[in-house]
């Protein structure tokens, strides 16, 4: 959104101000990043779901971090049928 923001603003500080902020935001995904890899190496089980996801192909390193903010979304247990929450 930042993006659309700076690409639409032909004002040089505004410009400074919108790059300023873009790069604080890719800051903080970094370090969310940090923080959900150093969580998952913490844990063994979603560790082993993290093995268990990657072996899939289509999905990435990004998705065991989804699936733990949105567990609701994705239950994956060995030997245990999905469930929907109500």
Not at 3 to 20: D, G, M, P, V, Y
Not at 28 to 47: F, P, S, Y
Not at 61 to 72: C, D
Request: charged share 30%; aromatic share 4%.
């Amino acid at each position: 959104m930042e993006s659309n923001r700076l690409a639409s603003t032909h004002e040089k500080r505004a410009c400074k101000s919108i790059e300023k902020h873009i790069r604080w935001i890719d800051n903080e995904i970094k370090t969310l990043e940090k923080e959900i890899d150093g969580r998952i190496v913490g844990n063994a089980q979603w560790k082993e779901t993290d093995r268990i996801l990657q072996s899939i192909p289509g999905i990435g390193p990004q998705s065991l971090g989804t699936r733990n903010h949105f567990p609701e979304n994705l239950s994956i247990r060995a030997n245990q049928p999905r469930t929907r929450r109500v």
